[in-house]
Structures are given as C-alpha cells and as structure tokens.
C-alpha cells in the first residue's frame, strides 16, 4: 500500500524555521519526482517545489524561493521541505505529492498526496 | 507564476452534466499539455482525475473527461453523482521547471 505521512507542522514565529519531513512506504522512492504542495486554510492548492528523483535538480515557486529548500534521502524514504524566514503567509497545510510517472522529468501529475501537516506562522 | 482561473462553483442536478473551464496564458496552458485536474473533498487531499489534458488513471470513471482549447482548459463530468460535489482544482506546467494551479471550483449536486 503505496502511503505517504508528513510530519514536523505546528505554531511558528515569524522569521522562525521549521522542517518538514514526508515518510514514504510502498513504492521505490528513487524513480520518482516529488514535489510540496500547500493549501492556505479556506483557500487553493499552490505548488511549492519539486525535487528530481536523485535529488540532482530542485525547483522552487517565486514566493518560496530563497528561503525555502526541498531534499531528499531516497535510502530513508524521506522527503523534507526545510522553510526558513517564516512568513505569516506562509500559514498553510503542507503536502508532499508523488509524481505519476517515473523518470527524469516532472510533469506534475501528482498522483498519491499525504494528508498534510499543517503549518501556521503566528506571532 | 499567477493562478489559473477557475469559476468559483459550478453546480447540476443528478445526471446532469457540468463543465469546468480553467483559463490560463500561452505560457501555461496554451503552451502545454501538461494539464491536470484533482478532485478535493471536504478535509481530505486532493485525487488525481485527469492527466495530460484527458488522460483518465486507472479507477477513475469515464464520467470524468478532459479537454483544451487555446489558452483554456476544461473538466466535463457526466451523469452527475452525490459523490462528485467537491472542489476541483486544474494544474499546468508553466515553464522553468514550475507549476501552477487553477483558483478551484467549487461543484455542488443540487
């Protein structure tokens, strides 16, 4: 059964940093892209990052870039998403996300979704 | 990087069809055919239901289909059901190796 469970959410001060981390189990984690995707509450989905199958490539959305940093360690089925310089937009419940397809590229078809953690960036 | 626009909701009877635009740019969805669209419930992480533009996963119903057209994309789901109102969000490669997703719609089953 193919699962992915994120931990490390909860109440942070703005400026603060916090990490991430998506536990994967039921699939081989190094053929595939992943990505964060996060959902302000009451609001829609917003990519994040995505990070390539053997961690050679990451990518980052303009609002995030700079402060926040995607990895991986394929040998411990992990993903982590390490936020610094907290904002308090950044308050959102956090996904990891799956690739569809194995390979070199992201297509973002996200295919398999933790249930997110939730991160809220609060004085 | 700016949202995909969506109708906020859309609703339809039982059996009916309802259609979902998602309008983008010729940098996003009128460039590409990396377009997909998730299904969200109430307190639950979205589904993949469509992939590059009208590809179905396996599991998902036939009822559930995808088209473009220029710079908009579009999510048709048939013989409407109880079990379809939900939140339905497009996505498309942008470009530069990022992605972005539509604003969401909301689909109610009256």
């Known amino acids: 059964q193919l699962q992915l469970v994120e931990f490390g959410g909860g109440v942070v001060q703005p400026g603060r940093s916090l990490r991430l981390s998506c536990a994967a189990s039921g699939f081989t984690l190094s053929t595939y892209g992943m990505h964060w995707v996060r959902q302000a509450p009451g609001k829609g989905l917003e990519w994040v990052a995505v990070?390539?199958?053997?961690?050679?490539?990451?990518y980052y959305a303009d609002s995030v870039k700079g402060r926040f940093t995607i990895s991986r360690d394929n040998s411990m089925y992990t993903l982590y998403l390490q936020m610094n310089s907290l904002k308090t937009e950044d308050t959102a419940v956090y996904y990891c996300?799956?690739?569809?397809?194995?390979?070199?590229?992201?297509?973002?078809?996200?295919?398999?979704w933790g249930q997110g953690t939730l991160v809220t960036v609060s004085s | 990087q700016s949202a995909l626009t969506q109708p906020p909701s859309a609703s339809g009877s039982p059996g009916q069809s309802v259609t979902i635009s998602c309008t983008g740019t010729?940098?996003?969805?009128?460039?590409?055919?990396?377009v997909s669209w998730y299904q969200q419930h109430p307190g639950k992480a979205p589904k993949l239901m469509i992939y590059e533009v009208n590809q179905r996963p396996s599991g998902v119903p036939d009822r559930f289909s995808g088209s473009k057209s220029g710079n908009t994309a579009s999510l048709t789901v048939s013989g409407l059901q109880a079990e379809d109102e939900a939140d339905y969000y497009c996505?498309?490669?942008?470009?530069?190796?990022?992605?972005?997703f539509g604003t969401g719609t909301k689909v109610a089953v009256l």
């Open positions: 996300a799956k690739e569809y397809f194995p390979g070199v590229g992201a297509n973002g078809y996200f295919d398999y």
């Open positions: 010729s940098s996003d969805v009128g460039r590409y055919n990396f």
């Open positions: 996505s498309s490669y942008a470009g530069s190796n990022s992605f972005v």
């Open positions: 990070i390539s199958r053997d961690g050679s490539e990451r």
